[in-house]
């Protein structure tokens, strides 16, 4: 079904993510039906730019970006229309009052009845200035309804995240706030509460009795980029646990919801973070988390600078761009079983996977003298393949008793003809139809950010080394130990 018409106001619209991320996705939507034809978009930023030139910086994004290919001239036209940009100063409220005038025409002349969703493609700092602007120049005022779309990261740590969520609540109502993870949006995410809930296989078994413990990676190969500015303060447990990892871990985890409902999920998955263990003093951080930076390094032939070498880094910087933890949740389901998490950056492979590891059938006579029975695993891979692996136990062909593992493989990413959409795609579609199940809820960002704050003050007090690792590396030796103090070890990644 196409969505409600609407006005987006994308603020930061000369930004990195509209290039790469919502332009496409806007233009996926449409193509696909989804969009209709009562929409407008506004662009927002500083910089001054007319509509053919903000309508070109879209194409060309498309071009580049886009999984559909603006090739029909005739399509094309059609949708750069709805589409005008104006320039604004964000910390002055004439301008708000200006955008609310080209808003009412907007509405007239695209049939809009008063829809309107602001995407604040912004640094978090801004948020309250532009949410209170947006209140005084009169733009939620309008007769139809009023939603925010906001970008990470939310806050700094658990007090500056209350800061502006204090803000923000002071103009919007929670159910309007749409706070984006944006690995809430990808398809195989989506896809754990179908492959946990659906299946007699996997039901049953989903509990400390028969897993023996959860290994999630979110493994990269690139560097901090052009993004030292902003990573070097913030660091891969701002940056990747606190969010989607904690996000991943909450949809393994969570117990199953009343319904399918966003209300009723999100109250399940808050209960997972609320159950998570917490690192209390540095001796418990030290012992649970690990973390690492790269130094110089090489991958594929290439030489590659250490993580202190790179633009808008601090050569003496102590900013982790590796961390893994063994983490514990401690309810009836899970006491017992340890979730080991671990991101980075500069690692040998692109991969976001999830291995559930079953225990092993009880030591028995029939096998387990002669041979060590490989366990049984579950792996769940979101990205760049989607698709999930099932290892299990067979009989060697042409041996009498030989045991041997064997995958069973669904590959949706390999299906031809299989296009999945981007994860964006789905979060604006689903905002715009006020579907928040994939989005974060403020007691859930709380709750994770009061997780990572403890590790991050211990380690601010000097907690727990921080390891160089080779850039093309799977990262710091002591990784591997916090998972062989336990009997067990990373399982390879494909
Ligand atoms: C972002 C982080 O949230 O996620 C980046 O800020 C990271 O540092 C990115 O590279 C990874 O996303 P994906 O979808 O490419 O796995």
Redesign the pocket.
């Known amino acids: 079904a196409a969505t409600a018409g609407a006005v987006y106001y994308l603020f930061g619209a000369t930004g990195d993510l509209a290039r790469r991320k919502l332009f496409p996705a806007l233009f996926s939507l449409y193509k696909e039906g989804k969009l209709g034809d009562d929409f407008a978009v506004v662009g927002l930023a500083r910089r001054p730019r007319t509509d053919e030139q903000f309508r070109s910086d879209i194409y060309e994004s498309i071009g580049e970006f886009c999984r559909y290919k603006a090739t029909d001239t005739e399509l094309w036209n059609r949708f750069a229309e709805h589409f005008v940009y104006m320039s604004l100063d964000i910390n002055n409220v004439e301008g708000f009052r200006d955008l609310n005038r080209l808003s009412g025409h907007l509405d007239d002349k695209f049939g809009i009845a008063g829809n309107r969703l602001f995407y604040l493609a912004l640094a978090p700092e801004l948020f309250g200035p532009v949410s209170f602007n947006l209140r005084d120049g009169g733009l939620l005022e309008s007769k139809g309804w009023h939603r925010v779309v906001i970008e990470?990261?939310f806050g700094y740590d658990l007090p500056s995240a209350q800061e502006l969520n204090d803000q923000i609540t002071q103009v919007f109502r929670e159910e309007d706030i749409y706070r984006i993870d944006?690995?809430l949006g990808?398809e195989m995410v989506q896809n754990i509460e179908v492959i946990r809930f659906a299946n007699a296989l996997f039901e049953p078994l989903w509990n400390n009795k028969h897993i023996a413990n959860v290994q999630i990676t979110?493994s990269?190969t690139?560097g901090?980029e052009d993004?030292g500015g902003y990573?070097d303060k913030?660091g891969a447990l701002r940056?990747?646990g606190q969010?989607?990892m904690l996000q991943l871990l909450t949809m393994i985890a969570m117990e199953p919801p009343s319904r399918l409902h966003g209300e009723d999920i999100r109250d399940e998955k808050v209960k997972v973070l609320r159950s998570l263990r917490q690192y209390e003093t540095d001796e418990d951080v030290r012992a649970h988390v690990v973390r690492g930076q790269y130094g110089s390094g090489e991958a594929r032939g290439k030489a590659l600078p250490g993580y202190r070498e790179e633009d808008k880094v601090d050569p003496q910087s102590a900013t982790e761009t590796y961390f893994a933890a063994r983490v514990l949740v401690d309810n009836l389901r899970w006491a017992g079983v340890p979730f080991y998490i671990r991101t980075g950056?500069r690692l040998p492979v692109?991969t976001?996977e999830v291995v559930v590891e079953f225990k092993n059938i009880p030591n028995n006579v029939l096998f387990g003298q002669r041979h060590d029975l490989a366990p049984n695993l579950l792996v769940i891979r979101v990205?760049p393949m989607e698709g999930i692996y099932l290892k299990i136990n067979a009989k060697q062909p042409g041996s009498d008793t030989a045991v041997q593992p064997v995958a069973m493989e669904f590959c949706q990413s390999c299906q031809i003809g299989l296009n999945t959409p981007e994860?964006y795609e789905r979060l604006i579609y689903d905002a715009s139809r006020g579907d928040a199940t994939y989005f974060t809820r403020w007691d859930e960002v709380s709750e994770a950010w009061r997780f990572v704050d403890k590790i991050a003050a211990a380690w601010k007090s000097g907690a727990g080394d921080l390891q160089q690792y080779p850039a093309g590396s799977w990262g710091p030796e002591r990784s591997h130990e916090l998972l062989g103090e336990d009997g067990f070890h990373w399982w390879p990644v494909n």
Do not use: F, I, Q
Request: net charge positive.
């Open positions: 990470k990261p944006h690995y990808k979110l990269e690139v901090v993004r990573y913030s940056d990747m969010n989607h950056k692109k976001t990205n994860a």
